[in-house]
């Protein structure tokens, strides 16, 4: 068996998680797990609304004040579904509770949904004049977040065996 890293809390390995074969997600149609589809549209829009931002702080147009303002608010409303796609996984799955990577993830992706959210709330005044410097660095902040809870997302997938095709009990001992 290939060693893996074990430096909690950044990255734990469980050697059980390698011998099953791993647990399916609460949430599925078929099978195939929504979280993991639907996390690509608020990631993707809140991730894009910094680039907009930068757009906006570097050509002063306000068409980029105007993208960011829809990409925040349309990113805020797709993060709250896959948030509630991915909070039924974390209450049923004992895995996912058991391992930090499901709790940095949780507490992560709270944290950028909140932000979006005050960030929206403060362009929803004035686009433009919300973005220097206070909604770039919201912006800035989000983005990197979920660049992180990203990377714990995928350990849970890719180390834990949560939400693949598998025969595992959603209950451990």
């Not at 990409?71 to 049923?92: C, E, P």
């Not at 206070?134 to 800035?140: E, K, Q």
Request: proline share 5%.
């Amino acid at each position: 068996m290939t060693q893996t890293p074990n430096l909690p809390p950044l990255v734990e390995s469980n050697p059980s998680d390698y011998r099953d074969t791993g647990i399916t997600s609460t949430v599925a149609i078929a099978g195939h797990p929504l979280h993991p589809l639907i996390v690509t549209f608020p990631i993707g829009l809140l991730v894009s609304a910094f680039a907009t931002d930068v757009g906006y702080w570097l050509t002063g147009d306000a068409f980029w004040a105007r993208a960011s303002l829809w990409l925040i608010g349309s990113g805020f409303i797709a993060g709250m579904v896959a948030a509630l796609t991915g909070l039924m996984d974390f209450l049923k799955i004992d895995r996912v509770r058991k391992r930090s990577a499901g709790w940095i993830h949780m507490t992560g992706n709270i944290a950028a949904l909140a932000f979006s959210l005050v960030n929206w709330i403060l362009r929803l005044r004035n686009v433009e004049t919300a973005i220097l410097p206070v909604g770039i660095i919201l912006s800035l902040f989000v983005a990197v977040i979920l660049g992180v809870t990203g990377w714990y997302g995928a350990e849970l997938i890719y180390r834990h065996k949560v939400a693949v095709i598998g025969y595992s009990s959603r209950r451990e001992i």
